[in-house]
């Protein structure tokens, strides 16, 4: 049995819930009653609220999300249903924020902000023997739990120097076969209105040695994948440089992701960034808009010829795989200005581009931007816009299809000479939606298309527009690797067409050799 659970819904099996460590690492004396229990999101909620009782804790700890948030308050209710005496202490952003747009409130308590330090205090007082007094920062008379609404705890912010590093609570199994998720900082400097991390604009750092130990420790247990969670990693010089030389120091394979400004790589970042072999270095780079304007329209900084410098930097001199993102439904971005950065970005690289639509998350400030620019967003998570002034509810369905067929065809890497035929010497964008807008007629779906149905899909459209030898010399380009048995049949019968025509067409001037 354990006194405190601390649990969360995870997107899939692969990731780990880094918040639940934290609040492990920095439990104290109560950590031998503690214990984590994560789940994915698409387990059934019962038979989670069954597998959480069956430990009959105290406290039960959640951490909220976008992705689990309507999940997560089906388990509070059906929790509280059944054991109304377990306090239930929420926390992560989706809790944190106000406006709740999900029904929390048969929770007992809500942490708002980082909450190591909050939620030992909290968990120490509703422990005690002794009845608990007030706590600060609560909406209510007493410490107790209550059923109306939850006593919500604004977190003062901790010292990052005093709290407890989490890593040792990645087990044996996370280090095997699951996501290491670390961080150097916490914060941002930038005020972007759509993120939340421009909530706290001081950035605060990590103790550096303290860290590398723990990296060293990991590494020593077996784990070879770490994904930074910092939202700035290359703000800081010093940091970034020590961590990579962290990595730069080991054999490969391994592999490190980051999250980077794309406006800020002096030379001595891009020498490290060089000496990375192929497959592992990933540089998740927010793009979100090139339109100046728009940029300037929600806060965000855009130095153009900085980040087309660094991006042709990257794409030509270095082996680092980039993630690109950028943002369909910003305030005041038309159709036409989404095209043009999408045309941009394929031109300077091949990399991975994220096509992502604009969600509202509760503690931004982007809801300034509604009156003056029609902004209407879905009020179930993930709150994504539905339209505004310059696009409709319509137009905006279309580019969520175009976003999952562009990572489908584009971003999967399947079709790197067959993809660009859709659009020749014209428009990436032009070209893709109108791609997007045909194979939604002949699927009906954005879902479960195998690569057999891909192929077949792209060869009939382009083979409308293309002359058919040039589409499918492509196709079988792009499927060199695959064992020649798995080719759908008609791409192999046009393969061996093709190679009986050339060798009809050489045979006459053997037999012309011949005859001289």
């Excluded at 914060?187 to 001081?202: H, M, Q, R, T």
């Excluded at 660009?420 to 428009?427: A, I, K, M, V």
């Amino acid at each position: 049995m354990h006194t405190i659970l601390l649990t969360t819904l995870n997107a899939r099996y692969a990731h780990t819930a880094l918040g639940l460590r934290y609040l492990y690492a920095n439990l104290h004396e109560l950590q031998s009653e503690t214990k984590i229990i994560e789940f994915t999101m698409n387990e059934q909620i019962q038979s989670i609220a069954e597998d959480l009782l069956k430990h009959a804790p105290r406290i039960i700890g959640i951490g909220v999300y976008i992705w689990n948030a309507a999940q997560s308050a089906e388990l509070i209710q059906t929790l509280k249903k059944v054991s109304p005496q377990t306090i239930i202490v929420l926390g992560g952003p989706e809790a944190g924020y106000q406006p709740h747009r999900v029904d929390f409130s048969k929770a007992d308590y809500i942490i708002s902000g980082e909450g190591e330090v909050a939620f030992y205090d909290l968990c120490k007082k509703l422990l005690s023997p002794v009845r608990p007094e007030p706590v600060e920062g609560f909406h209510g008379s007493t410490g107790s739990p209550r059923t109306e609404t939850p006593h919500f705890i604004k977190a003062p912010l901790p010292d990052l120097k005093e709290i407890n590093l989490p890593y040792t609570a990645f087990n044996d199994e996370d280090v095997e076969h699951r996501y290491i998720y670390v961080e150097a900082s916490r914060g941002c400097p930038f005020e972007c209105e759509f993120c939340l991390s421009s909530i706290d604009e001081k950035v605060r750092n990590f103790p550096l040695d303290q860290l590398l130990e723990e990296f060293e420790t990991l590494w020593q247990r077996g784990a070879r994948s770490f994904k930074f969670i910092d939202r700035t990693f290359n703000l800081n010089m010093t940091f970034a440089n020590r961590i990579l030389d962290f990595f730069l120091s080991k054999e490969p394979p391994y592999f490190a992701h980051f999250e980077v400004i794309p406006d800020h790589f002096p030379d001595v970042l891009k020498e490290k960034i060089k000496l990375f072999p192929a497959g592992s270095l990933q540089l998740e780079i927010g793009i979100q808009t090139l339109d100046p304007v728009i940029a300037k329209g929600i806060n965000r900084p855009l130095k153009l010829e900085k980040i087309f410098e660094n991006l042709r930097f990257l794409e030509n001199e270095t082996h680092a795989h980039m993630h690109l993102d950028l943002i369909v439904g910003l305030p005041g971005e038309t159709l036409e200005g989404f095209g043009r950065n999408l045309d941009k970005l394929v031109s300077l690289t091949h990399s991975e581009i994220q096509i992502g639509i604009l969600k509202n998350l509760s503690g931004t400030t982007l809801s300034r931007h509604d009156q003056v620019h029609g902004m209407i967003y879905s009020d179930i998570p993930p709150y994504d816009i539905l339209q505004n002034n310059h696009l409709s509810f319509e137009q905006i369905q279309k580019m969520k299809r175009f976003a999952r067929f562009w990572d489908i065809f584009y971003n999967s890497g399947s079709f790197t000479k067959t993809v660009p035929l859709l659009w020749r010497e014209g428009s990436v964008f032009d070209g893709f939606y109108a791609f997007s807008e045909w194979i939604y007629t002949q699927t009906l779906s954005t879902w479960k298309i195998s690569l057999d149905r891909q192929i077949t899909l792209i060869h009939t459209y382009l083979c409308e527009h293309n002359d058919k030898e040039i589409v499918e010399a492509a196709l079988v380009e792009d499927l060199a690797t695959r064992p020649e048995k798995t080719i759908p049949f008609f791409l192999r019968q046009s393969t061996i067409e093709k190679k009986e025509k050339e060798a009809k067409a050489v045979t006459p001037k053997r037999q012309a050799k011949r005859s001289t």
